[in-house]
């Protein structure tokens, strides 16, 4: 099993592009998220998805959309990119349930952006 | 809301010696907490959590967690630490949004294990 992959791994753009980030997991989970690591800040949840079609906003969504029309995959797009976004993206996969609804998540290898 | 914070933004111990990263709490209700390892250029990996039970939470690579009500801290422990575990280590706290559970990390803690 590949576990949870994200493509592209590097990504360079400038302000007001657009980009879409690619979460694709194997292991048959329900639930996906995004997160933005930044420096001094850990790890923030932009948007979460708990099932195939549904997303939900998390603690930093503002400047992104995401759609989850497969299970396995999780998008993450910016339409319109700003230097605040330079970050480090993750994307992880949890199964649903577990003891207080939540499970041990797996996170993908990442995808640095840098928005010029 | 459910928050952690990690006082420390590094710890430094040399190998052989036990380490302790700290993590303090804050949560309405029972608290659920999990602590994550992420090495360099890579993604978190799980290491243990608690839920419920024995205080004392036993987790990968020989780390253990001891969480102490009374204190609202979760610190991660280990005996004999090794310069591979020298890594970024961040402890977390589930949080409810819309019925569902999240989770909410600290700020991370750089651990360096020297020779």
């Known amino acids: 099993n590949a576990g949870v992959t994200q493509t592209p791994k590097f990504r360079v753009l400038k302000t007001g592009q657009s980009m879409t980030l690619l979460c694709a997991q194997d292991?048959?989970?329900?639930?996906m998220y995004w997160y933005r690591q930044d420096p001094g800040m850990g790890l923030r949840l932009i948007h979460y998805s708990v099932g195939e079609g549904t997303t939900a906003k998390g603690e930093v969504p503002d400047g992104y959309n995401v759609s989850r029309l497969k299970k396995q995959n999780f998008l993450l797009g910016l339409e319109s990119a700003a230097p605040s976004q330079t970050s480090v993206y993750f994307c992880?996969?949890?199964?649903?349930?577990?003891?207080?609804?939540?499970?041990?998540?797996?996170f993908g290898p990442g995808t640095r952006l840098t928005v010029l | 809301a459910q928050s952690v914070a990690q006082p420390e933004d590094q710890v430094n111990v040399a190998e052989g010696n036990p380490l302790t990263v700290k993590c303090t709490y804050s949560v309405s209700g029972n608290p659920y907490l999990f602590w994550y390892v992420q090495y360099p250029n890579r993604g978190l990996q799980f290491l243990l959590k608690?839920?419920?039970?024995?205080?004392l939470v036993k987790g990968s690579y020989g780390f253990e967690a001891e969480f102490n009500k009374s204190q609202t801290s979760f610190h991660l422990k280990k005996p004999s630490a090794l310069v591979s575990d020298s890594a970024l280590y961040f402890c977390a706290v589930r949080a409810v949004n819309s019925g569902y559970s999240t989770l909410t990390f600290g700020k991370g803690t750089m651990l360096l294990v020297s020779p």
């Open positions: 608690y839920i419920t039970g024995d205080n």
């Open positions: 992880a996969s949890s199964q649903q349930g577990g003891t207080g609804g939540l499970n041990e998540q797996f």
């Open positions: 292991m048959n989970h329900e639930y």
